[in-house]
Structures are given as structure tokens and as C-alpha cells.
């Protein structure tokens, strides 16, 4: 068989570029740490690390998401504990101004530290997360939630929409609260209905909050259930040099007794169907010895003092109060202490609604970061499931594309070897040309 020279050169030219090539390969797999350079390595392989390098992006996302979410959502906490903690200190200073020690002068006085608490909690409800967004202004995040009309009047300028961040493939989860919800949907009294003294009250009585004894009863009560308790004084038949006080529950809407349906006015002069003690209960249902037919609303209160004749004290339902409306109120009351044993039972009202409202409000605030709070486990619980993705992605890619060192060095040594065998037998095979011999 006759083999030509050129057939020689060509053979064993293709076999070093081969050699070559093969060692540049393992070259840049050795300098790059992968074994898979291009697609037409392992095409299989290449398409799972191109699907699951995108999955590890998103989930890299999620968890930059979920940092950003818990971030804003921690500096909302922190200022509602700040808020928290304002509410605190007016309710002590409520409770101070009640002592009958001070005058009109340390009542002012209190008033100017609560002009100071005001304006901090304005400044608190408008909190931005330092970037300009706003925390209390629900989906407006660009938009300042409260502006001020006057004092313990502000408006709300945001909605009722929360932000949403993706956190992972099923769940958006809310970063903003809404300002209105947090800060001025407050029920007054005690969450169900509120009592009130009357400003034209001459007496001493000094009304409690009341309790629901059955919030059914009181639902299917007549509406709008606006009731009022109203006093009689009268002399005592028994003895003239004392009084017996007596009182009336009364349908304001229809101006009818609810006691004995007894038309309102009464004549003059004429004591009303119960009679008043001190602190007693004051049921709003028919009680033993009544004529009338059988009704109960569910609710009761208390007055303490003693009320003058025409006093009365209203009974409806809880309405929403804002808290910034609850500081002016208190700031109004203190300002206007009233004067005698009447204006100190005034003002004695003033401030319980005060007080039962800040309480309201307080617990509140503590709703809205009860609900904070939860976001912030589950931001915190699906973060740390985004980072387990994370680790089993990086695990996976590194079981495709990751190069075995050990192999590689060694296939690198041993194809080096056969590059240098190559090289020298085709030098030799050069010298198989019949011009040597010529």
C-alpha cells in the first residue's frame, strides 16, 4: 500500500490540531471552573442551568423583596410604638390634670405639653421611609397622608389601599397601612355605645362608660338608638328637709319613657319611675315591679355626684373619633376648666371621654401593629424558604456545570502527553521525504 507524503503531513497535522484543541478546551474549563463552555458540550445540561440560573435570579429578587419589605415594614412598627407611646403619656397627663388641687393656671400649663405631644404626633402619622414614601397614606405613597385645618382638626389625603411585594411565585404582601384606619377610625365610648354628659347639666353627676351586658339585645334595640338618662329632684314626702333623686330612660328619637312609655315632657313636678342611687347600675331593660312590657337593650352605666333636676346624660352609639380630634377635645377642656362643683363635674366628664378614648385609640394602634406584626413572621418565615431555594439552586448548578479539578488536571496531564507524542512523531514522520535522499 503506498501512503503519500502529503497523506502523512495531513494526518498528522489533523491529529495535533486535535491534541491542541482538546487541551485548549480543558485549558478554559480549568481557568473558568465549569466543565459545560458552551451549549454543544451537553445540551441537555445546558438548558437545566439556563432554566435554573433564571429561577435562582427570581428568587434572588424575592429575597431583595422580601429585605425591602420587612425594612419598611419595621420603621412602621417602630413609629407606631412611638404613637403608642405618646398616647401613653397624655393619658398621664390627663389623669394628672383631673386632681382638683390644680387650678386653671397648671391646667394651662398641662395644656402646653400637649400642644407639644399634638404637633409630635403630626409629625409621626407623616413619617416617610426616607426616600419620600409615606407610610400611613395606604396605595398614595407620594402623597403627605394628614394635613392640618385646624387645631385637632386634620384631613386625610391618602386612601384605604395597601402597597403590595411580590415575596415569592404566590404571595404580594402589604407593606403600607392606611393613616385613616390607624389614626382616626376609633370607636368612642366603649366600642359599642358612648355616653355623654349634657352641657347644660347643673349638677354634679359624673357619668361611666357603660357595659354591654348583650351586644344582641343592644343590636335589635330601636333604631338609631339614641337614648338619654334624665334626673328629677324632688323634696322627699317622708322627710322635707331631704330630696330623693329620681330618674328616666327616654327614647330621644320618639320622646317616649322606655320605663312606662310615659310621653316626655312629664307634667312638672312629677318624679320619675326610678329612683337613683349613687354608683347603682342603671339597666336599660325592664327591671322587677315594672308595669310595662317586657324589653331589655343589654346595656348598663353608672352616674356618680349628684345630678340637679333636668341634668341628663346621652346614650348612642359608638361613632369613629380621630385621635387627633381626641387631643383637642382634651386640650379644650383644659383650657375651659369651668368653675364651682358644676364645672369640675364638667370637666370630670370632659376628661373620661378623653381618657376612654385615648384607651380606644391606643388599642388601636396596637391592632394595626398586631397585624404588622404578622406580615413581618410570614415576610420572615417565606424569606428564609426563598433562601433554601437559593442554597438548592446554587447546589444544583454546581452539580451541572461545576468542574471536577481532580479529573481535569489529570485529563489535562495526560492529554499534554499525547500532545508532546504527537509533536514529536510527526517531527519524525517529516523526515520520511524521499528529498533527504536525493
Known amino acids: 500500500m503506498r501512503i503519500a507524503t502529503t497523506t502523512l503531513f495531513n494526518i498528522g497535522s489533523v491529529n495535533l490540531q486535535r491534541h491542541i484543541a482538546d487541551q485548549a478546551k480543558l485549558q478554559n474549563q480549568l481557568s473558568t471552573g465549569r466543565k ?33 419589605a420587612d425594612s419598611f415594614m419595621r420603621l412602621s412598627d417602630s413609629t407606631l ?16 390634670a383631673g386632681n382638683p388641687a390644680l387650678g386653671p393656671a397648671e391646667k394651662k400649663m398641662k395644656d402646653a405639653e400637649l400642644q407639644g405631644r399634638y404637633q409630635e404626633l403630626l409629625g409621626l402619622v407623616n413619617t416617610t421611609d426616607g426616600q419620600g414614601n409615606y407610610l400611613f397614606s395606604g396605595y398614595k405613597g407620594d402623597v403627605r397622608p394628614f394635613t392640618e385645618t385646624t387645631f385637632g382638626q386634620v384631613v ?6 395597601q402597597r403590595l411585594v411580590q415575596i415569592s411565585d404566590g404571595r404580594q404582601i ?10 382616626q377610625r376609633i370607636k368612642n365610648g366603649n366600642g359599642t355605645f358612648v355616653t355623654a354628659y349634657t352641657a347644660t347639666n347643673t349638677g354634679t353627676g359624673i357619668v361611666s362608660p357603660g357595659e354591654v351586658l348583650n351586644s344582641t339585645a343592644w343590636a335589635n334595640a330601636p333604631a338609631p338608638r339614641d337614648f338619654k338618662v334624665a334626673f328629677q329632684v324632688l323634696p322627699d314626702p317622708l322627710d322635707p328637709n331631704k330630696t ?8 330621644s328619637t320618639t320622646n317616649t319613657s322606655l320605663i312606662d312609655g310615659a310621653t316626655i315632657p312629664r307634667a312638672a313636678g312629677t318624679a320619675f319611675p326610678r329612683t337613683y342611687t349613687e354608683g347603682g347600675d342603671i339597666i336599660f331593660a325592664k327591671q322587677t315591679g315594672e308595669t310595662a312590657a317586657a324589653w331589655d337593650f343589654g346595656v348598663k352605666l353608672s352616674v356618680k355626684g349628684a345630678p340637679a333636676a333636668g341634668d ?3 346614650v348612642k352609639p359608638s361613632s369613629n373619633v380621630d385621635l387627633f380630634a381626641t387631643l383637642g377635645a382634651l386640650s379644650s377642656a383644659l383650657n375651659n376648666p369651668g368653675s364651682g362643683s358644676t364645672g369640675g363635674a364638667a370637666f370630670q366628664n370632659q376628661l373620661n371621654t378623653a381618657l376612654s378614648d385615648l384607651s380606644n385609640a391606643l388599642g388601636n394602634v396596637l391592632t394595626v401593629r398586631s397585624y404588622l406584626g404578622a406580615r413581618m413572621k410570614e415576610t420572615e418565615s417565606v424569606n428564609d424558604t426563598t433562601e433554601d431555594l437559593k442554597l438548592q439552586h446554587a447546589k444544583t448548578l454546581s452539580g451541572l456545570q461545576d468542574l471536577d479539578y481532580a479529573a481535569a488536571i489529570s485529563e489535562f496531564a495526560q492529554n499534554q502527553m499525547v500532545l508532546d507524542a504527537a509533536r514529536k512523531s510527526f517531527a519524525q514522520v517529516q523526515e520520511l521525504s524521499l528529498f533527504k535522499y536525493i
Open 36 to 68: 459545560i463552555l458552551t451549549p454543544a458540550d451537553d445540551p441537555i445540561a445546558s438548558a437545566r442551568i439556563l432554566d435554573i440560573t433564571q429561577a435562582k435570579s427570581i428568587q434572588e429578587q424575592y429575597s431583595t423583596n422580601s429585605t425591602a
Open 81 to 96: 410604638d412611638q404613637v403608642m407611646n405618646l398616647i401613653q403619656n397624655v393619658q398621664e397627663l390627663a389623669v394628672s
Open 156 to 161: 386625610y389625603n391618602g386612601d384605604d389601599g
Open 174 to 183: 402589604p407593606i403600607s397601612e392606611s393613616g385613616a384606619d390607624a389614626f
Open 244 to 251: 330623693v333623686t329620681t330618674y328616666d330612660l327616654i327614647n
Open 312 to 314: 341628663q346624660f346621652t
